[in-house]
């Protein structure tokens, strides 16, 4: 099983910047699309940004243009690099990984999933 570390996390201002990271336990998470997702209290998971094998990028609407989704598979890790944060932006973020098939923005389509990283900016 594929272990997922985030990091990264934590609390800001509105307009600040933070850089999630997800490192993996093993290489076979650069073979395939990973994403990232994020919880708000009291909402259900939703899903930020995918970045393909071959660097192919999708984003939620609301993150397009502020968010940046990034890999490097020598390191087996990926990034979230958000800009211009948002209070609505705060959530707990996951990364997921060991994507199968499916539409990439749903959840199903990944098997393993970060412990996840609390993300909170203030107005």
């Known amino acids: 099983q594929v272990q997922l570390v985030e990091s990264g996390g934590g609390l800001v201002q509105a307009g600040d910047s933070l850089r999630l990271s997800c490192a993996a336990s093993?290489?076979?998470?650069?073979?395939?699309?990973v994403a990232w997702f994020r919880q708000a209290p009291g909402k259900e998971r939703e899903f930020v940004a995918t970045?393909?094998?071959?660097?192919?990028?999708y984003y939620l609407v609301s993150v397009k243009g502020r968010f940046t989704i990034s890999r490097d598979n020598a390191k087996n890790t990926v990034y979230l690099e958000m800009n211009s944060l948002k209070p609505e932006d705060t959530a707990v973020y996951y990364c997921?990984?060991?994507?199968?098939?499916?539409?990439?923005?749903?959840?199903?389509?990944?098997?393993?999933w970060g412990q996840g990283s609390q993300v909170t900016v203030s107005s």
């Open positions: 997921a990984g060991g994507y199968s098939s499916g539409d990439y923005s749903q959840q199903g389509s990944y098997h393993y």
């Open positions: 093993d290489r076979t998470f650069s073979s395939n699309a």
């Open positions: 970045i393909s094998r071959s660097q192919v990028r």
